[in-house]
């Protein structure tokens, strides 16, 4: 998907919500606020994603916002250069406790400007 200042989006429909004048219509059809960006109204916690790409602080405390989509790109820029993603493991809860351990390595002679870059997108504090 393009913004309207034409800014590439990565999406994935099998993760969404529907959405109707900042309100959120869950599937069973009751309705939770919504904020946008810069506004104060409070955003729906509930966990939507592939377990590879959320962040510790959707674990610890399902947390998300802006910082969400740098941990996600971190994790896509480490897959797309080492071939796998940084936090694999054969089920959910060993990913989880990869995420939430940072237990991430980079391979032998990977550029330290990419390391830096990876290691920076997966800073596990945002705020």
């Known amino acids: 998907m393009v913004t309207d200042n034409n800014y590439i989006k990565i999406i994935d429909f099998g993760d969404c919500r529907v959405m109707e ?6 599937s069973s059809g009751s309705e939770n606020s919504f904020g946008h960006l810069g506004k104060k109204k409070k955003r729906p916690r509930s966990f939507v994603g592939t377990p590879l790409y959320v962040p510790p602080e959707m674990l610890e405390t399902n947390d998300s916002g802006f910082f969400t989509d740098l ?7 480490y897959e797309m250069a080492v071939g796998k993603s940084p936090f694999y493991a054969k089920n959910s809860s060993a990913i989880f406790d990869n995420i939430l351990s940072r237990r991430i390595t980079f391979p032998e002679g990977m550029d330290p400007d990419l390391v830096n870059l990876i290691s920076i997108l997966l800073y596990s504090e945002p705020k």
């Open 21 to 26: 004048d900042d309100k959120e219509m869950s």
């Open 71 to 77: 941990w996600a790109l971190g994790c896509i820029i």
